[in-house]
């Protein structure tokens, strides 16, 4: 099947600091990709569509500012975490969409001391 | 809205016993439905889906679900546990039946006992 990959798998950051995500759909292209966040014991819950070379889609509740999403090229969407404070810490899972069927990336664990 | 609701958070069966995990919906359209898997520190794996047509799917890894409207259900079931098995699973709803968007249920910790 079609591979997602998703960069860094872990980080560690200070409080205030920025934090970068990367989301790569390796062997197809996506013009939608999906990011999502998880915390222990929870299940997955959808921050905001990223669709390619136009705006994200957030969900409701979610700080576009706080959680910038950059979709430039087919294959590749990042997600910026601003400002990181300790609340920020969370699962990261990106998915891509192909034909509509969703992979998954491996997910980032974000420690924000 | 739509909606998922697994039933129990935790699971534990013995090896070779059957496994039986939970899930209801509520959905305003026709529903697609999806079982995941997901192992420690990764990302989610598709085990099975439902989108049209037999109601009983049969996915990856022995895994199996069928689809009961009259229930709105979409139980998990496998014949016999290994200890592969153990994972966090999840069910979920593609609630406009277009694009990727899902919705997930809180998902179940499945433990298998040698």
């Known amino acids: 099947g079609a591979v997602v990959s998703q960069h860094p798998s872990w980080v560690i950051c200070k409080s205030g600091t920025s934090v970068k995500i990367e989301c790569r759909s390796l062997d197809f292209q996506a013009t939608t990709m999906f990011w999502y966040r998880q915390f222990p014991k929870q299940s997955l819950m959808l921050m905001a569509t990223s669709n390619e070379g136009s705006k994200a889609t957030y969900e409701q509740g979610v700080e576009k500012d706080k959680f910038l999403i950059n979709h430039a090229s087919l294959t590749l969407s990042t997600l910026t975490v601003t400002s990181a404070h300790p609340e920020d810490s969370s699962f990261y899972i990106c998915s891509a969409d192909e034909n509509e069927k969703l992979f998954f990336g491996s997910g980032t664990q974000l420690s924000v001391l | 809205a739509q909606s998922v609701t697994q039933l129990g958070s935790h699971v534990s069966v013995s090896e070779g016993a059957l496994v039986l995990l939970r899930c209801n919906y509520s959905?305003?359209?026709?529903?697609?439905l999806f079982w995941y898997v997901q192992y420690p520190n990764q990302g989610l794996q598709l085990l099975l889906k439902y989108t049209t047509g037999a109601t009983l799917v049969k996915g990856i890894n022995g895994f199996e679900a069928e689809f009961k409207k009259s229930e709105t259900s979409f139980h998990l079931t496998k014949p016999s546990a290994h200890m592969s098995d153990a994972a966090e699973y999840f069910c979920?709803?593609?609630?406009?039946?277009?694009?990727?968007?899902?919705?997930f249920g809180q998902g179940t910790e499945l433990s298998v006992k040698p």
């Open positions: 959905s305003s359209v026709p529903p697609y």
């Open positions: 979920a709803v593609k609630p406009d039946n277009q694009g990727g968007k899902l919705i």
